[in-house]
């Protein structure tokens, strides 16, 4: 079986990191002699990139803190894990009595378990009753799950396997660099490279550029935050030069005359104008996509960060839908839609409750049928339940003032680096009576907390996950939990026995999948007929995988789409440009991304000695034009400034980029923040900010 438990050498587990979720074995019986190999599996085909090579090496980082922290006399302290639990449940319910249940905020991670990320919303809503909950993949997936919803009528990251786009002739990618980012995703992009079908929509030639070009296909080098437009004039290209699949859009479809207005004012002219794609580029882009189809070759098209970090991410999403639906390609086997997720659990993260406006199963939390199941299972009255609260962002935003939270528990995230405007979430966090981080590490959000809570890692702890295709995956311990520290569960149960909750919490991961399970049985994301036996016996189960579907569902929409009559809809969406303009003072636009040796915010890469050996220092990509303007050359420091902040960088030249773009990663802290720049406009549907793109100059620092 593919992912049987324990093979002969070791435990059959899988990476720490992203979300591709590559197969490895562990082998070893400590941290010190823990070793990685590669598995073969669907997903990486025996691949791991240099992260997950290296992931043993967070088992044994220096960097790992090894006992509660307090704050004492302004500085953090050991403490025992009694005291530090009981200032925590003292501050909870000091401030619940005085401000309120909301008083108190829960922001949970993208890289939680399933069982964390259940048992985190039904902490907050049970044991702490606030309604303020959210969590990272607010900043990650929420304008692509938007969009899913809005057209699909559910979103699942790939509705059908990763190895169904292996056998595709044509792939288009909107602002996806899995070459950096997963590289072992490229095993899947080889036969469109090879057929000249692999075409890639970013501001910069990254090296996922690069292998399009190399194999004839295309780079769509894009101005950032046009890429709705983009979209627009590709759908206006298939519809008016005859690559529309009518029949489709008639059978499978609604909408499609209520887009088509805005659609028919994107004259390829006009798309290049915004874009700066040339009309040419686009045309082809489009008749690759549909030749591919009509010879059954196989043709995608996948969204990323990219095209979504933005104010109007929803739309872009929706435009790109749109773009395939008007092609034929989702619902139908050999071609689709998907969106590549990020984080390691981005796509169960965000199906079990840590969003504001959900409960398990992906359900809406203002749904009364959906409040009534979650409850019974909760042993609850729904009436109890509370509702939606504030989105990551804004819940950040309001710590400290009149009607926002007082006292902040953090699992899983950083948002003082991860944030956008961080310098303000950074002085929001300030502003709260009691920050509460739990994490492995002294990551820069837990170095500014009054407790610091440390829990066990990926390889101490059982659990599962579900990847970018939505399969259900086993993580498995291979090491004994060391003393000292506690699983996330463990600090739940303890908090909510001493806040006087009578609600039992377990601490056993199977046992809490077995409730998940039943929170889950009716919803879009149904859960109920996986079992941690089926996943050990080496079953492959993608969710929904129910008692009507007991083999899971692979491909989704083969037999319609998730809305009440079963069409896909077209959504009227126009291009609405960066929320930021640029003027004399801010001529550049700043746009931000990953780096291959580094994870997110870098918190845990950023101690690994071969990751940080081979990055290990901010930098900006500056074009060469560009740079000579500023009388920057390569290897100088500058200053990126924006409206908000400055960020300090070492400046590397590189013709890859658009003169008027510069690149950022957003690994790094500090003076090296890249988030100090960025601004917290909000997409009005998913509440996602716009990372992707800000106005902003370059210093040169002398
Ligand atoms: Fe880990 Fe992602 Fe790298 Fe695979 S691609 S090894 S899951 S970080």
């Given at each position: 079986p593919a992912d049987a438990p324990r093979e002969a050498s070791g435990v059959a587990t899988h990476c720490a990191y992203c979300g591709l979720q590559c197969a490895m074995t562990l082998t070893g019986s400590s941290a010190a002699d823990l070793a990685v190999t590669p598995r073969r599996f669907p997903t990486n085909r025996g691949g791991l990139c240099q992260k997950g090579w290296t992931s043993a090496e967070l088992l044994r980082t220096p960097g790992r803190l090894t006992t509660p922290l307090v704050r004492r006399d302004g500085a953090l302290a050991p403490a025992s894990w009694d005291e530090a639990l009981g200032v925590v449940a003292d501050a909870i319910l000091r401030t619940q009595a005085a401000y309120g249940r909301d008083a108190v905020a829960v922001f949970g991670g993208g890289g939680l378990t399933n069982e964390k990320a259940y048992q985190l919303g039904k902490f907050a809503r049970v044991a702490l009753r606030t309604s303020q909950i959210d969590y990272n993949?607010?900043?990650?997936?929420?304008?692509?799950?938007?969009?899913?919803?809005?057209?699909?009528?559910?979103?699942?990251?790939?509705?059908?396997?990763?190895?169904?786009?292996?056998?595709?002739?044509?792939?288009?990618?909107?602002?996806?660099?899995?070459?950096?980012?997963?590289?072992?995703?490229?095993?899947?992009?080889?036969?469109?490279?090879?057929?000249?079908?692999?075409?890639?929509?970013?501001?910069?030639?990254?090296?996922?550029?690069?292998?399009?070009?190399?194999?004839?296909?295309?780079?769509?080098?894009?101005?950032?935050?046009?890429?709705?437009?983009?979209?627009?004039?590709?759908?206006?290209?298939?519809?008016?030069?005859?690559?529309?699949?009518?029949?489709?859009?008639?059978?499978?479809?609604?909408?499609?005359d209520d887009l088509w207005p805005v659609a028919a004012q994107w004259l390829p002219e006009r798309v290049e104008r915004v874009t700066g794609v040339a009309v040419t580029t686009l045309r082809a882009a489009v008749a690759t996509l549909a030749r591919a189809r009509d010879t059954e070759r196989g043709a995608y098209v996948l969204s990323a960060r990219g095209g979504e970090q933005h104010a109007s991410g929803t739309d872009t999403v929706t435009a790109f839908i749109a773009l395939a639906l008007a092609l034929g390609l989702p619902g139908n086997p050999g071609t689709g839609f998907g969106t590549i997720t990020g984080q390691g659990n981005g796509q169960g993260g965000r199906e079990h409750g840590q969003k504001a406006d959900q409960l398990p199963g992906y359900r809406k939390i203002d749904d009364p049928a959906a409040r009534a199941h979650v409850a019974a299972v909760w042993g609850i009255d729904a009436a109890d339940l509370p509702g939606p609260g504030r989105s990551a962002f804004e819940l950040l935003d309001a710590l400290g003032t009149e009607g926002g939270a007082r006292v902040l528990l953090v699992h899983g995230s950083n948002p003082v680096v991860s944030a956008p405007d961080a310098r303000v979430v950074s002085e929001r966090l300030a502003a709260l009576d009691l920050l509460v981080v739990s994490d492995f590490v002294l990551s820069e959000t837990a170095a500014t907390a009054d407790v610091v809570l440390p829990v066990l890692q990926w390889a101490e702890e059982e659990g599962t996950l579900t990847n970018l295709e939505g399969r259900v995956l086993r993580r498995r311990r291979a090491l004994a939990a060391p003393s000292g520290y506690r699983s996330e569960l463990e600090i739940w149960s303890e908090l909510a026995r001493r806040i006087g909750c009578s609600t039992g919490f377990p601490t056993d991961p199977r046992v809490v999948f077995d409730e998940l399970r039943r929170a889950t049985a009716g919803g879009p994301a149904d859960y109920s007929a996986v079992t941690w036996e089926?996943?050990?016996?080496?079953?492959?189960?993608?969710?929904?995988?129910?008692?009507?579907?007991?083999?899971?569902?692979?491909?989704?929409?083969?037999?319609?789409?998730?809305?009440?009559?079963?069409?896909?809809?077209?959504?009227?969406?126009?291009?609405?440009?960066?929320?930021?303009?640029?003027?004399?003072?801010?001529?550049?636009?700043?746009?931000?991304?990953?780096?291959?040796?580094?994870?997110?915010?870098?918190?845990?890469?950023?101690?690994?000695?071969?990751?940080?050996?081979?990055?290990?220092?901010?930098?900006?990509?500056?074009?060469?034009?560009?740079?000579?303007?500023?009388?920057?050359?390569?290897?100088?420091?500058?200053?990126?400034?924006?409206?908000?902040?400055?960020?300090?960088?070492?400046?590397?030249?590189?013709?890859?980029?658009?003169?008027?773009?510069?690149?950022?990663?957003?690994?790094?802290?500090?003076?090296?923040?890249?988030?100090?720049?960025?601004?917290?406009?909000?997409?009005?549907?998913?509440?996602?900010?716009?990372?992707?793109?800000?106005?902003?100059?370059?210093?040169?620092?002398?």
């Amino acid at each position: 079986p593919a992912d049987a438990p324990r093979e002969a050498s070791g435990v059959a587990t899988h990476c720490a990191y992203c979300g591709l979720q590559c197969a490895m074995t562990l082998t070893g019986s400590s941290a010190a002699d823990l070793a990685v190999t590669p598995r073969r599996f669907p997903t990486n085909r025996g691949g791991l990139c240099q992260k997950g090579w290296t992931s043993a090496e967070l088992l044994r980082t220096p960097g790992r803190l090894t006992t509660p922290l307090v704050r004492r006399d302004g500085a953090l302290a050991p403490a025992s894990w009694d005291e530090a639990l009981g200032v925590v449940a003292d501050a909870i319910l000091r401030t619940q009595a005085a401000y309120g249940r909301d008083a108190v905020a829960v922001f949970g991670g993208g890289g939680l378990t399933n069982e964390k990320a259940y048992q985190l919303g039904k902490f907050a809503r049970v044991a702490l009753r606030t309604s303020q909950i959210d969590y990272n993949g607010r900043w990650c997936m929420s304008s692509a799950a938007a969009a899913g919803i809005r057209c699909f009528g559910l979103d699942r990251g790939l509705p059908f396997p990763v190895t169904d786009i292996g056998s595709a002739h044509a792939v288009l990618l909107l602002g996806a660099n899995p070459a950096e980012t997963m590289p072992p995703f490229l095993t899947h992009l080889v036969r469109a490279a090879d057929a000249g079908g692999l075409m890639v929509a970013d501001p910069r030639l990254t090296p996922t550029a690069a292998k399009a070009l190399d194999g004839g296909g295309l780079h769509l080098q894009l101005r950032p935050g046009t890429d709705a437009a983009l979209a627009l004039g590709m759908l206006h290209v298939a519809v008016t030069e005859g690559y529309a699949d009518r029949r489709f859009i008639a059978e499978r479809t609604t909408g499609f005359d209520d887009l088509w207005p805005v659609a028919a004012q994107w004259l390829p002219e006009r798309v290049e104008r915004v874009t700066g794609v040339a009309v040419t580029t686009l045309r082809a882009a489009v008749a690759t996509l549909a030749r591919a189809r009509d010879t059954e070759r196989g043709a995608y098209v996948l969204s990323a960060r990219g095209g979504e970090q933005h104010a109007s991410g929803t739309d872009t999403v929706t435009a790109f839908i749109a773009l395939a639906l008007a092609l034929g390609l989702p619902g139908n086997p050999g071609t689709g839609f998907g969106t590549i997720t990020g984080q390691g659990n981005g796509q169960g993260g965000r199906e079990h409750g840590q969003k504001a406006d959900q409960l398990p199963g992906y359900r809406k939390i203002d749904d009364p049928a959906a409040r009534a199941h979650v409850a019974a299972v909760w042993g609850i009255d729904a009436a109890d339940l509370p509702g939606p609260g504030r989105s990551a962002f804004e819940l950040l935003d309001a710590l400290g003032t009149e009607g926002g939270a007082r006292v902040l528990l953090v699992h899983g995230s950083n948002p003082v680096v991860s944030a956008p405007d961080a310098r303000v979430v950074s002085e929001r966090l300030a502003a709260l009576d009691l920050l509460v981080v739990s994490d492995f590490v002294l990551s820069e959000t837990a170095a500014t907390a009054d407790v610091v809570l440390p829990v066990l890692q990926w390889a101490e702890e059982e659990g599962t996950l579900t990847n970018l295709e939505g399969r259900v995956l086993r993580r498995r311990r291979a090491l004994a939990a060391p003393s000292g520290y506690r699983s996330e569960l463990e600090i739940w149960s303890e908090l909510a026995r001493r806040i006087g909750c009578s609600t039992g919490f377990p601490t056993d991961p199977r046992v809490v999948f077995d409730e998940l399970r039943r929170a889950t049985a009716g919803g879009p994301a149904d859960y109920s007929a996986v079992t941690w036996e089926r996943l050990d016996a080496g079953e492959s189960l993608h969710w929904p995988c129910s008692t009507e579907r007991p083999q899971g569902t692979p491909r989704l929409f083969l037999d319609g789409f998730a809305t009440p009559d079963g069409r896909a809809r077209f959504v009227p969406v126009d291009h609405v440009g960066p929320a930021e303009a640029g003027d004399t003072a801010y001529p550049l636009v700043a746009t931000t991304g990953r780096v291959l040796q580094h994870y997110q915010s870098g918190a845990q890469t950023r101690l690994v000695d071969e990751l940080s050996a081979a990055a290990g220092e901010m930098f900006v990509q500056v074009h060469p034009d560009t740079a000579a303007t500023a009388g920057l050359a390569d290897g100088d420091v500058a200053d990126v400034v924006s409206r908000r902040g400055r960020t300090r960088a070492t400046v590397r030249v590189d013709e890859d980029l658009r003169p008027d773009v510069v690149f950022l990663p957003f690994h790094w802290a500090g003076e090296g923040r890249a988030n100090s720049l960025t601004h917290a406009a909000l997409d009005p549907t998913s509440r996602m900010p716009e990372f992707k793109a800000c106005a902003v100059r370059l210093e040169a620092v002398r």
